[in-house]
Nanobody
């Protein structure tokens, strides 16, 4: 059983930075874990993932070059450092973990983060950029 808790959200001015942290309880050695974000009325967007025990990393084009995902094995956390934040980054951010292999297949075979592949979700943390 895996439980996820996000923290680090808040309000920041455009051009600023925030670091989100996902605390993981239970099994940490998941094949794939990452971050999604969602704006009301929009589909949940996968923005960053780390997989294959940390050997692989994925970023959506919308955040590539600005966001950095790190898997912290000892602390059992996944962090998302967000730099050069823009108003379009305003969203509710979720961390997610796939307890199986579906998300890993999506990453390695399709280069995609598919929401339906993840079966463990945090409660979300709000990021507001103005």
């Amino acid at each position: 059983h895996v439980q996820l808790v996000e923290s680090g959200g808040g309000s920041v001015q455009a051009g600023g930075s925030l670091t989100l942290t996902c605390d993981v309880s239970g099994i940490f050695s998941s094949n794939c874990m990452g971050w999604f974000r969602q704006v009301p009325g929009k589909e949940r967007e996968g923005i960053a993932a780390v997989y294959s025990g940390g050997a692989g990393v994925y970023y959506a084009d919308s955040v590539k070059g600005r966001f950095t995902i790190v898997r912290h094995t000892t602390e059992k956390t996944i962090t998302l450092q967000m730099d050069s934040l823009q108003p379009d980054d305003t969203a509710l951010y979720y961390c997610a973990v796939d307890s199986g292999y579906s998300a890993l297949v999506g990453m390695t075979s399709l280069g995609l983060m598919r929401e339906s592949d993840y079966d463990n979700w945090g409660q979300g943390t709000q990021v507001t950029v103005s």
